[in-house]
């Protein structure tokens, strides 16, 4: 049994794992935690694969910041805040800026900065289980890992506001209707689903996804026109390259096949026309 709070697991088909690994504190973030997750991201960005599954051993995801790490120290309180909240933030920069698909999957609670860390993926899978809660205002915090930053822009400002200051919980139906994930799944389905869904992605066109993963990044601000020529440039390089070149012509190659009719079928219609 590992004894690391986060490993990368890699995979022959491409799935680099990085895999929150101690379920008995709920994968809570405390300064080795957050440190360790912070390493583990940067060895990724090291060598990403053809795509990166993000998720927790255990029934929760990650409940948060570890509030018996926190409390106690008196006049050191802020500085070890500080110094975990920047470790983790090194990792959901890392996340966000990986070149290829990050998938999440999410069962029990993603709390406080778990909700951040889930939200790096481009695909986020959530269980039925799964409990969204922000939580900060209601032991006297704000948001970190990105959370006041991404939940803008997946939710929009009215319900970004209504989770972060109530602290409501969504379930994980609630989060595939607001928008927060990107689908709900049995339990039971949770890591199969997650993980058949980044193998399909690494076993993919690298280039086209990378590519439309930059495009999807630097689109959140651009202005059209400029967002417009930037697509334009990035179809057609792709388009020039012997694997895009090779896809269509299979593509076409395969609809052809299954348009064509049989000599028999031919025969049968032209009799039942005459």
Not at 241 to 258: C, H, K, Y
């Amino acid at each position: 049994m590992s004894t690391q709070p986060v490993r990368v697991v890699r995979h022959s088909d491409g799935v680099v794992e990085l895999l929150l690994d101690d379920p008995g504190r709920g994968n809570a973030l405390d300064l080795p935690t957050a440190e360790a997750l912070r390493d583990a991201a940067a060895a990724v960005t090291a060598d990403p694969g053809g795509a990166v599954l993000l998720r927790a051993a255990g029934g929760n995801f990650c409940v948060g910041g570890d509030l018996r790490a926190f409390a106690g120290r008196g006049a050191d309180t802020a500085s070890y805040v500080h110094a975990v909240a920047s470790a983790a933030h090194e990792a959901v920069q890392a996340l966000h800026e990986l070149p290829v698909p990050v998938v999440a999957a999410v069962r029990g609670a993603a709390a406080g900065g778990g909700i951040g860390l889930a939200l790096a993926g481009d695909v986020v899978v959530a269980s039925r289980s799964a409990r969204f809660r922000l939580a900060y205002t209601a032991i006297g915090l704000t948001p970190d890992c990105g959370a006041s930053w991404i939940l803008q822009r997946l939710l929009g400002p009215r319900r970004a506001a209504d989770l972060i200051l109530t602290n409501r919980v969504l379930t994980g139906e609630d989060a595939e209707r607001w928008g927060l994930v990107s689908r709900v799944v049995e339990d039971a389905e949770l890591d199969d689903t997650a993980y058949r869904t980044a193998a399909e992605l690494a076993a993919g066109s690298g280039a086209a996804l990378r590519a439309a993963k930059e495009l999807l990044r630097v689109g959140a601000e651009a202005p059209l026109e400029k967002h417009l020529a930037e697509e334009a440039r990035s179809i057609a390089a792709l388009a020039g390259g012997a694997e895009a070149q090779a896809a269509m012509e299979s593509f076409l190659a395969t609809r052809s096949r299954g348009r064509a009719p049989s000599a028999r079928s031919a025969a049968e219609k032209s009799q039942s026309v005459s």
